[in-house]
Nanobody, 123 residues
Framework: QVQLEESGGGLVQAGGSLRLSCAAS????????MGWFRQAPGKERECVAA??????YYLDSVKGRFTISRDNAKNTVYLQMNSLKPEDTAVYYC??????????????????WGQGTQVTVSS
């Protein structure tokens, strides 16, 4: 059974930083793309970053501020978030890609999800 567990969320002031972690189990971690999504109240879930064999993807609004990375030895994917803004406030989810190491940017291209971690950025 595949399990994903996020950690690292919290409350931070605008301009601050957080690092999210997602520990995976139950699947050969290194064989799958990983993505970070977020969902704010009343909004659709959106992909903020993804990592796979072809490189990394970033949502335009987070480029230059967020960095996705993975440690296959630890079965963990990270999202370093710098220069946080109030509009980054959301529940953040990690997910494993449905199509091996080919990353996607749509939620239906991912098959297993963590429970989410809240990120709140105060102004």
């Amino acid at each position: 059974q595949v399990q994903l567990e996020e950690s690292g969320g919290g409350l931070v002031q605008a301009g601050g930083s957080l690092r999210l972690s997602c520990a995976a189990s139950g699947r050969t971690f290194s064989s799958y793309a990983m993505g970070w999504f977020r969902q704010a109240p009343g909004k659709e879930r959106e992909c903020v970053a993804a990592i796979g064999w072809s490189g990394r993807y970033y949502l335009d609004s987070v480029k230059g501020r967020f960095t996705i990375s993975r440690d296959n030895a630890k079965n963990t994917v990270y999202l370093q978030m710098n220069s946080l803004k109030p509009e980054d406030t959301a529940v953040y989810y990690c997910a494993t890609g449905r199509f091996g190491l080919e990353y996607g940017t749509k939620a239906n291209e991912y098959d297993y999800w963590g429970q989410g971690t809240q990120v709140t950025v105060s102004s």
